[in-house]
Every structure is written in structure tokens, then in C-alpha cells.
């Protein structure tokens, strides 16, 4: 049957599907064998395809299973959490975000608060504006003195013009500041000892309230006038950025000594006063 096709056969004569539809068996066993099945399978059973492969959604209990579920003794072992409990944290959780985009908004206000704050001090600069630390240059000694008008608590206004052929001295002071008010008693009393001679105190308030300089004279029995420069403009006259400044002025208007910081006493005051008129006074003569 192997050399069914050999030279000589009985069968080689034959029409090529006749020949093959004879040897067909031949021809499977000699060149194709057959598959075996796996030794665990039979050979009549289909692979199929595994679910996990096809990678499927997994059902959705039944009523029955979930009902199973409950009933089940690790389900009642299990901690229950409240709905209270849940509530409380998803609050919790609320309030701490809206604090922290609270926490950005204050800090972006306050840098954008402190931009426009410099902006501002830099254009009342530039401008000429009462500005509290941007005043004009301060007045050289030996030129003339900058006039104005102050009203005084009693609502009277005073003028510098007023007060020519005088010593004047302008003291700038604030409540608030040490300084100022450690050195008013020795003013004081220069202004009881002097006032009789042509001297005069004018003691210019800064940007405070009425009511509480007021309060503040009449607790420490000040006399010599009390001006209120309301807007700060005086102050920028005389180039005043910080607390106390004392400028003494002569009979003619013209600045004699500009002082800076709490330094005046009682013999300061006097030894400037006695000075401005020892000067004045060979001028005087040399007119006559």
C-alpha cells in the first residue's frame, strides 16, 4: 500500500482524483498524522473561551444575594458608620478648603493692598500732597520763614505774619509721641518766664483729633497756643517727616535753628532765645 503510485502500479494509469481519492488514506498517514487531543481532555470536547480573558463587568448582585449579605454574621461583626459620621467630615473637609482659599485671598489682598499703598506715597511725592513722611525740603537757616494760618482749639485763627518783630518758636508734636510731650514742660515754662519779652510758643498739632488734644492740654496745664494742622500742609512746609521738629524763628521772620528729635530744655530754649536777641539787637542800633 506504501508504493501504491510506484513505477509498475496497477493504479499509476489511472485520473489524478481517482488516484487521489484512493490514496487519500495513504497520504494522511504517511505525510499529515493526526492531532491528539490533550491527555485530560477528550477529544470530542471544543476549547471555549475563558471569561476573565474577555475581561467582562463582573453582574450586579441580586436582591437576594445583598439580602444574603446582611444576614450574614461577618456582615453584623462589621462597624457601622453613622450617616452623622459622614456628614461631620465632608463638613470638616468644606470648612478647611474654604479656609485655605480664604487664607489666598487675604494674602493677595494684602500684597495688592501694600502695592497700591506705594504707589500712592511715591505720587503724593511727586505731586506736593500731604503726605505724612514725604514732606518738602526743610528751610535753610538764614532764609525766610513760611507763612500760614492755623486755627487753635478755641476755633481763633493764627497767622505767622502775625507774630513779626517776635522770637517764635514753632514746635510740631503729636499725643502719641514721647518725645514731644517729655519736652512740653520745659516749653512751658520758657513760655511763663518770656512771654513778657516777645517770645511765643506756637505748638502745632498733627493730623489728631480735636477732642483728644484738647484732653491732652488741659490734663498737663498747657498756656501757649495749641495750632491743629489738620491736613498736614504746615508740616510739609517746613519738611517735617518725623516727630518733634522745633524751628525758632527771629523778629524778622527768618529761621534761626531747626531742630530735630526731643532735645529742647529749659536752658536750650533760653540760651537760643537770649542769643536771637543779642544778634538783633546791634541791627537794631544800626538803624537808629
Excluded at 54 to 60: A, D, I, Q
Excluded at 149 to 158: A, C, I, V
Excluded at 202 to 207: D, S, T
Amino acid at each position: 500500500m506504501a508504493r501504491c503510485c510506484a513505477p509498475g502500479c496497477a493504479r499509476r494509469d489511472r485520473s489524478s482524483r481517482a488516484r487521489r481519492a484512493i490514496c487519500t488514506p495513504i497520504f494522511s498517514q504517511s505525510r499529515r498524522p493526526t492531532r491528539r487531543p490533550p491527555p485530560n481532555r477528550p477529544a470530542s470536547v471544543c476549547p471555549r473561551p475563558r471569561l476573565a480573558a474577555l475581561h467582562l463587568p463582573s453582574p450586579e448582585p441580586s436582591e437576594s444575594r445583598i439580602r444574603a449579605r446582611f444576614r450574614s454574621p461577618a456582615f453584623r461583626r462589621e462597624p457601622a458608620v453613622p450617616e452623622a459620621a459622614l456628614i461631620l467630615v465632608a463638613t470638616q473637609r468644606h470648612q478647611s478648603q474654604r479656609a485655605v482659599r480664604t487664607e489666598r485671598f487675604v494674602m493677595n489682598m494684602r500684597s495688592i493692598g501694600l502695592g497700591v499703598a506705594l504707589v500712592l506715597v511715591i505720587l503724593g511725592g511727586l505731586s506736593g500732597g500731604a503726605a505724612w513722611s514725604m514732606g518738602a525740603r526743610a528751610p535753610v537757616v538764614g532764609t525766610s520763614a513760611f507763612d500760614f494760618r492755623l486755627p487753635d482749639l478755641g476755633g481763633q485763627t493764627h497767622a505767622l505774619a502775625q507774630y513779626r518783630g517776635k522770637i517764635v518758636l514753632l514746635n510740631f508734636w503729636a499725643t502719641w509721641c514721647k518725645p514731644c510731650t517729655s519736652e512740653m514742660p520745659a516749653m512751658q515754662t520758657c513760655y511763663d518766664k518770656l512771654k513778657d519779652d516777645g517770645f511765643v510758643v506756637l505748638a502745632i498739632n498733627e493730623l489728631e483729633d480735636e477732642g483728644k488734644v484738647r484732653q491732652h492740654i488741659q490734663e498737663y496745664g498747657h498756656t501757649f497756643p495749641v495750632l491743629l494742622d489738620r491736613e498736614n500742609r504746615v508740616a510739609n512746609l517746613y519738611g517735617v517727616y518725623g516727630l518733634p521738629v522745633s524751628v525758632f524763628i527771629d523778629e524778622k521772620g527768618v529761621v534761626q535753628e531747626y531742630i530735630r528729635g526731643g532735645l529742647l530744655t529749659e536752658q536750650k530754649i533760653i540760651e537760643v532765645v537770649e542769643r536771637l536777641k543779642a544778634n538783633s539787637a546791634p541791627r537794631a542800633a544800626a538803624m537808629k
